[in-house]
């Protein structure tokens, strides 16, 4: 048994780093519209990993510890869902624009002054700036920060590891259970 804690840092960094990817993909982020399912799961998978390695060193794991568990890996999940979502726009947001601009100026039911707002909207959108990004990111941030927790709290609840503490008998120590004994007396 030992009493250093195990690392914290690979099953948070593994659990961000997957939970994150998954959250900026464009279909399965809907998965997130569902009560922040795939954030909430990030924690729980880090809590996971992380009780696997305090039953392997022997040292305890509780609620508590996984809700720290799940903040780190909520703030990991941050840090990958921003620079995911960076590439994925960077790579599809401009054919994905298009192809609404496309698709609103063939609908002959909307108006000519509305179809024209709209492309301009959705052409103007493509002007992306740091400060978008910056505020995407606090925004993720303080989501992953929350529920991420909670999911690492469901977590320590679920994948809890007790450590039998050695206790010392009472007999062994002179005493029974109603207190020590008076020393035996030669006669």
Known sequence: MSDRSPEMLKPTLIAGACFGTL???PVVNLLNCACCALIISCGVFASYLFSR???VQGTEFRPGSGALVG???GLFYAMVHT????????????????AVVEWVQSMPSIPVETRETIGRLL???GAWTVLSLVAGFV???VLAAIFSTAGGLIG??????AVARAEIPREASGG???????PDSAV
């Open 53 to 55: 390695q305090c039953r």
């Open 176 to 182: 029974g259970p109603e207190g020590p004994r008076p």
């Open 123 to 125: 052409e103007r959108s």
């Open 71 to 73: 903040l780190v890996a």
């Open 23 to 25: 959250g900026a993909l």
């Open 139 to 141: 925004v993720t941030l």
């Open 156 to 161: 320590g609840a679920l994948f809890r590891v």
């Open 83 to 98: 620079l995911v979502a960076e590439v994925v726009r960077l790579l599809i947001g401009e054919r994905i624009a298009q």
